[in-house]
């Protein structure tokens, strides 16, 4: 095991303390920003700044039905495919009007005019799991042509998951592309335990499965575990759970998967279900503590 890190890196803390989780831009994750169908602007707290979202599913189709998830699923979907060409020409036609200072016309990001033509990333999350689309990898070439033809080197490509797809050829493909390319890769891990992961993410797909599937992935490329923590009825998660949870961390460590950090969260939006609630700054701080000291790896909160 790794030695615990419990310095916070100034730098690092002070970029993301300075986006406040209260502004109406933080706070208002819509998935729909003009026209489009595919693309849409964000400031995101966990990429210290302005993110692209590419949303994969305007379908709203999921295989996780997570207790805490804000997408409004009684209401249709969008598109029930996605096309690459149309994507890149949503995707090239935002950008163009993000660096040209067009979302200081828009009254949601008046809380962020320093922050509103530095794009940070580009970032597949959506409203479903971006991996169950059949051409992932078109995707990810549709992105990689506009942050080229536009020279931003340094913006990530981003693909925030449940895991659950990581272990499909396509998807492969795609992370390897991304690879090349400034990609990082957040997969989730709530639970430690196949049954609170069942009374939280409400998935049928095997736990085990996701575990392995961040293994593999952990194995090519590091990669951030991304954990929401909450209270389900008004109960914390256990000691047993998280110390479950941890030992999940540290049997990915153990078979040569590598973790960057961890991004330790709770609720920040509406939930569909009102007995999920989300915790305090200071008990997601302790349970981040909890996770540094058993595991050793970096973790940083998100209240």
């Known amino acids: 095991m790794r030695s615990s890190s419990l310095v ?62 804000e997408v409004d699923r009684r209401s249709p979907g969008k598109a029930r495919e996605v096309d690459p060409v149309r994507l890149q020409a949503e995707l090239a036609e935002l950008v163009d009007f993000v660096l040209a ?6 009254a949601r990001f008046d809380e962020v005019p320093a922050l509103i033509r530095d794009i940070k990333d580009f970032a597949f999350s959506g409203d479903g799991e971006p991996t169950m689309i059949p051409n992932f990898y078109d995707c990810v070439q549709a992105v990689v042509r506009v942050k080229e033809e536009r020279a931003l080197t340094s913006a990530k490509i981003v693909l925030i998951t449940n895991a ?78 998280l110390e479950a949870y941890c030992r999940r961390l540290n049997d990915l460590a153990r078979g040569g998967g590598r973790i960057k950090e961890v991004h330790a969260y709770t609720i920040a939006r509406p939930t569909p279900e009102p007995w999920a609630t989300r915790l305090s700054e200071e008990e997601l701080n302790r349970i981040a503590e909890v996770i540094r000291r058993a595991t050793g790896l970096e973790v940083r909160c998100f209240s």
């Open 164 to 241: 659950a797809g990581l272990d499909k050829t396509d998807v492969r493909r795609g992370l390897a592309l991304m690879d090349e390319h400034q990609g990082e890769i957040w997969g989730k891990l709530d639970a430690g335990t196949e049954d609170y992961y069942r009374r939280v993410n409400r998935s049928p797909i095997v736990f085990e499965r996701l575990l392995a599937n961040l293994l593999t992935t952990a194995q090519v490329r590091p990669i951030v575990i991304q954990s929401l923590f909450l209270r389900v009825k008004g109960e914390l998660i256990s000691d047993a759970e």
């Open 8 to 69: 916070a890196r100034p730098s690092l803390y002070e970029a993301m303390n300075s986006i406040k989780n209260h502004w109406v831009s933080v706070r208002n994750h819509q998935r729909s920003f003009a026209e489009y169908t595919y693309v849409y602007p964000v400031i995101s707290r966990r990429s210290q700044g302005l993110s692209i979202g590419v949303n994969l599913n305007p379908d709203k189709i999921c295989n996780f039905d997570c207790v805490y998830c």
């Open 101 to 106: 200072g067009g979302l200081a016309g828009q």
